[in-house]
């Protein structure tokens, strides 16, 4: 603590030395540096007591006294922080030092914490754009003015400040943290990190800051001796060279420099040289280029007189010609010849090769399609395809069809519907009574009050046994309504030869296609009328043919005692009728044998 208080006192005594000898200015005086865009950071974090902040608002219109205010001067802008972020003005904002001190006297501190990271990333991305006033070529210095150890990340985000040309000054006051002040500051450290005891000393980093920004000009005021040119740095200078000379060793006087020598140069065959300078030549056989650095061969074939059939290729001190490709040059070294692969055979296409000149593409014959080998060939079948109007079958072939008909239909002249052959009148069907034709078969159907016999074509009366009798009609789009209503008719006719009663004959009814559908239970009606009547409500469900799927129904459902069939213990016999025009869509092996099997 002794060796810093000591420290701090030479500071002191040195800035009060400075402060002494700088020649007295009255209000008019104002530094004469250049334009310069300046930002002030300041600290308004809750460590920062009402005092010291007017102490730090004071600092800066210090410094601002002594600058050239203007639009085409210094523009300044102010950037309070604490846990958050707030743009006070920007360098857009005031043009005049009245406007800006008054600016500055309105500043209310956050008094919250110390996110300096957080600032300084506001000053890069917002406070120094052209949008907030910032100038192009014109030098970036923030001055960030702080009392305690930041609360988030300072060294990334300030060496990426730096990197974008913003000179950063750090001014650390009684418990700055300096590790975060180096962090921070441009270098060098020593000219532009400051760290003071308290806001009370804050002024004098204001009096160094002024002499950096504000220098006298030696360039201008001194007997510099640059031979080329002098620049001006903060209470110094330095002498340069013009492009292609080298500062001697005196740092006053400069020497041209062999850049052809030093290889400081970008000619790409010969490099000229001359002081300072150099110039740029080819080799024989080369021309230089319009940028009087590159060279280009000579192009003989750009004289005309070439008599190449397709591309005439330059060479040093001649010419060849060269084919475009797919084509050979001929032995008169000039004359090019397509390339036919497919007439050499070279190619490995299954049916047929089309040729281009040095390349060939497979394609196929009518009737085929091509593989995505592109070579091989697959026939189309339009049928798989659905790319067919047949109605019942379509037979395929490479790129055609034929259509047929099932059992039972004949094709038609339009080669694609088919019609139902009448069995009934184009068979000796033996039916005793009545034939009914269906799609590809018949059947014979009894008057009222007979039931057909086992022969399936005579008639006879029904004796007088108790069934439980289910009738499982086919549905399908194939029956055609007019058919469907036969059945219906036949189911009748049965109906009327049996004893139908609660205590006799009990009948139920379930259509079937691509599903199933009970039209009504064996317990819905007890008498033969009732049930005749609602046969003839039943609606054709017009779908697919799902047999398998209806014998289940029947198994499972139709033929419980919940659907009014009895008890298997009074030895009433279940029976299952079928009707059907057609081949299941499903398998009824299943359900067929346990039927059977009940």
Do not use: W
Request: aromatic share 6%; net charge negative.
């Amino acid at each position: 603590m002794r060796q810093l208080r000591a420290l701090c006192g030479f500071i002191l005594l040195t800035l009060a030395v400075l402060a002494a000898a700088r020649p007295k200015a009255g209000p008019e005086q104002k530094c004469k540096s250049g334009p310069v865009d300046l930002v002030f950071l300041i600290d308004s974090s809750r460590s920062v007591r009402p005092h010291e902040f007017e102490t730090m608002r004071k600092f800066m219109i210090d410094i601002l006294n002594t600058l050239d205010i203007g639009p085409n001067a210094t523009r300044v802008g102010v950037v309070q922080y604490s846990s958050q972020v707030r743009s006070e003005f920007s360098l857009k904002t005031h043009s005049r030092l009245e406007t800006m001190v008054k600016g500055i006297n309105q500043i209310i501190p956050l008094a919250q914490g110390t996110m300096t990271g957080l600032a300084i990333r506001y000053v890069m991305n917002a406070a120094f754009t052209a949008e907030e006033g910032d100038r192009p070529k014109v030098p970036n210095v923030a001055v960030i003015v702080t009392d305690g150890r930041p609360q988030d990340r300072v060294a990334e985000v300030a060496a990426e400040a730096r990197e974008k040309g913003i000179e950063i000054y750090a001014v650390g006051v009684a418990r700055a943290d300096m590790t975060s002040l180096r962090a921070m500051a441009s270098p060098p450290f020593e000219d532009h990190v400051f760290l003071v005891e308290s806001f009370d000393l804050i002024h004098q980093f204001g009096l160094q800051f002024q002499d950096k920004l504000c220098g006298v000009d030696l360039c201008l005021e001194s007997d510099h001796g640059c031979e080329h040119i002098c620049e001006s740095s903060p209470g110094s200078y330095h002498c340069l060279c013009l492009p292609g000379y080298t500062l001697n060793d005196d740092g006053k006087t400069c020497a041209a420099i062999d850049l052809c020598a030093e290889g400081k140069h970008d000619c790409e065959q010969i490099c000229v040289s001359s002081p300072g300078s150099f110039t740029c030549d080819c080799n024989k056989g080369y021309k230089l280029n319009d940028d009087k650095k590159t060279c280009s061969m000579i192009d003989y074939c750009s004289f005309g007189n070439h008599s190449c059939d397709h591309e005439c290729v330059s060479v040093l001190n001649g010419y060849h010609c060269r084919c475009n490709e797919g084509y050979r040059l001929l032995d008169d070294g000039k004359t090019c010849q397509a390339i036919d692969l497919c007439a050499e055979g070279k190619h490995d296409c299954e049916q047929i090769c089309v040729s281009a000149p040095g390349v060939f593409t497979c394609d196929c014959n009518e009737g085929y399609t091509l593989n995505e080998d592109k070579k091989t060939c697959t026939p189309i079948d339009l049928c798989a395809e659905g790319k067919h109007d047949c109605e019942q079958i379509c037979i395929s072939a490479p790129g055609t069809f034929t259509c047929d008909c099932n059992k039972g239909f004949k094709l038609n002249k339009d080669k694609k519907t088919c019609t139902n052959m009448d069995l009934c009148n184009t068979v000796e069907h033996g039916c005793e009574h009545q034939c009914v034709s269906t799609p590809g078969s018949y059947y014979c159907i009894c008057p009222e009050g007979q039931l057909l016999q086992e022969d399936g074509k005579s008639c006879g009366t029904c004796k007088s046994a108790n069934i439980d009798l289910v009738l499982l009609i086919d549905g399908s789009k194939s029956v055609r309504p007019q058919n469907f209503e036969l059945v219906k008719k036949f189911v009748n006719q049965v109906v009327d030869s049996l004893d139908v009663s609660a205590h006799g004959t009990r009948v139920g009814l379930v259509q079937y296609s691509s599903r199933v559908r009970t039209e009504f239970p064996l317990n819905m009606y007890h008498s033969a009328d009732e049930i005749k009547a609602a046969v003839m409500k039943v609606e054709y469900m017009e779908k697919g043919t799902m047999t398998g799927l209806a014998l289940k129904h029947m198994l499972e459902n139709s033929f419980s005692e919940a659907e009014g069939a009895r008890p298997a213990s009074r030895n009433i016999p279940r029976i299952g009728l079928v009707f059907t025009d057609g081949r299941s869509q499903d398998d009824i092996t299943e359900y067929a044998k346990k039927a059977k099997e009940a």
